[in-house]
């Protein structure tokens, strides 16, 4: 089932910071994010393992809770380039198989 | 290394006519996968390989998508016969581990 991402747009102004919300209704392995600026393809920004494990980029961070199978992907100090839409994916096994949520369409302002 | 290449890039075509998008994922890399984009139904995930096995194919709408990897460099999606409700973008991701996949520029694909 394809997880629920919350909000679905954010207009922000630059140096505000923002968090986007990842639910499921299933026990995950894995949550994965994406960011994809129109006309271009998902670009991977961070990992989060059950277990702790995180992998990705410096400046983003990210949280897990296992138990109630939520991510929250936390953006601060917000760049003009960090517009675009952030999707998260799951996954129920170590096998890469992902199910991407619905997307939130981000907007930075100056 | 060039990334995830895809072709072509753009596809117009007719209803009814067979249409091939085909993706060369990156070296070393043992598995791929092939979403398809629209505004509707989102980035949904058709069929992935791990070492060129087919490994699950429940995305595939229907029995007019069929996907190939015959080697560890090469893979193909066909659509035969293309309806208009095929239209949208087809990206093609690979991976090496269970962390990032690295998706290609994505195919456009336009059925009138």
């Known amino acids: 089932q394809q997880p629920v991402q919350s909000p679905q747009a954010v207009i922000l102004r630059e140096g505000e910071d923002a968090v986007i919300n990842c639910s499921s209704s299933?026990?995950?392995?894995?949550v994965h994010w994406y960011r994809q600026k129109h006309g271009e393809a998902p670009v991977f920004l961070m990992i989060l393992l059950k277990g702790g494990e995180q992998k990705g980029h410096d400046k983003i961070s990210a949280s897990f809770n296992e138990k109630k199978q939520q991510s929250s992907l936390y953006l601060t100090a917000s760049q003009l380039s960090y517009s675009g839409t952030y999707f998260c994916g799951t996954g129920s096994s170590n096998t890469g198989k992902l199910i991407f949520g619905q997307g939130t369409t981000l907007q930075v302002k100056p | 290394d060039a990334g995830v290449i895809q072709s072509p890039r753009h596809e117009v075509t007719e209803m009814g006519q067979e249409v091939t998008l085909r993706c060369k994922p990156i070296s070393g890399h043992n598995s791929l996968f092939w979403y398809r984009q629209t505004m509707m139904r989102g980035l949904e995930l058709l069929i992935y390989?791990?070492?060129?096995?087919?490994?699950?194919d429940s995305g595939m709408p229907e029995d007019r998508f069929s996907a190939k990897m015959p080697n560890a460099s090469f893979s193909t999606l066909k659509i035969q016969p293309s309806e208009p409700r095929d239209s949208a973008v087809y990206f093609c991701?690979?991976?090496?581990?269970?962390?990032?996949?690295?998706f290609g520029p994505g195919t456009r694909l336009t059925v009138t």
């Open positions: 299933k026990a995950l392995y894995s």
């Open positions: 991701a690979s991976s090496s581990t269970e962390y990032e996949q690295y």
């Open positions: 390989f791990n070492n060129n096995v087919p490994i699950d």
